[in-house]
């Protein structure tokens, strides 16, 4: 008897270092830096000198502006598009549809040595009131986080957030791994 409770409690711990690994999702090969970088440039802009530190690199980048922006997270290379798109949704199984609704373009790159994905379950998206909204993208399965799948180092692919218009304002892309964090602001208008 006592045999077996030993056992039974070596797989109970056995299990739950596994769990908290796979639910950290980091590996031993990344780093916990959030790298935010502007994608395109401008004429007014001049060469400064480099700084290395994280907090310098939050301070240079605003983002409250996160459309164009790089952002380094997880190891998944992320840029968001220049401006949103608007599209209807057509499911006659959703609350939203015939609605418009808000399209924002990511391209997503693997830049770890091993394959990646981005996890729906990192992202949040925030309404122009301030309070999560959903994230519709299970229904459109070309472009969707949901049916981004795994990517091989150095693989890219196009994906998009969708989600409901609740209002001009500010909304908030929110990507957290319980390790990294990074929020981003997109000022959208109808």
């Known amino acids: 008897m006592k045999k077996t409770i030993s056992v039974l409690c070596s797989f109970a711990l056995v299990g739950a270092f596994a769990f ?5 999702g980091s590996s031993d090969d990344s780093d916990s830096s959030v790298e935010v970088k502007r994608t395109e440039s401008t004429a007014e802009e001049t060469e400064a ?3 290395t530190t994280e907090e310098a690199t939050e301070e240079a980048i605003d983002t409250s502006n996160g459309y164009g922006l790089t952002v380094t997270f997880d190891n998944l290379e992320i840029t968001f598009g220049d401006s949103v798109n608007w599209t209807t949704l057509s499911n006659q199984f959703s609350d939203y549809d015939g609605e418009e609704i808000i399209e924002l373009p990511i391209h997503v790159k693997n830049v770890g040595e091993e394959n ?4 729906v379950f990192y992202v949040k998206v925030f ?3 301030g309070t999560e909204v959903d994230e519709l993208g299970t229904y459109f399965e070309d472009t969707g986080i949901f ?16 989600f409901p218009y609740d209002g001009d304002g500010t909304y908030y892309v929110n990507l ?4 990294e964090e990074v929020e981003l602001g997109f000022e959208i208008t109808k």
């Not at 957290?176 to 390790?179: A, K, V």
Request: glycine share 8%.
């Open 127 to 129: 309404g122009s009131s």
């Open 176 to 179: 957290d791994n319980w390790s």
């Open 116 to 119: 990646n994905m981005l996890n």
């Open 147 to 162: 049916y981004g799948g795994e990517l091989r180092p150095d693989a890219e692919q196009d994906l998009a957030l969708y």
């Open 49 to 51: 000198p480099e700084e």
């Open 20 to 24: 908290a690994s796979i639910a950290s």
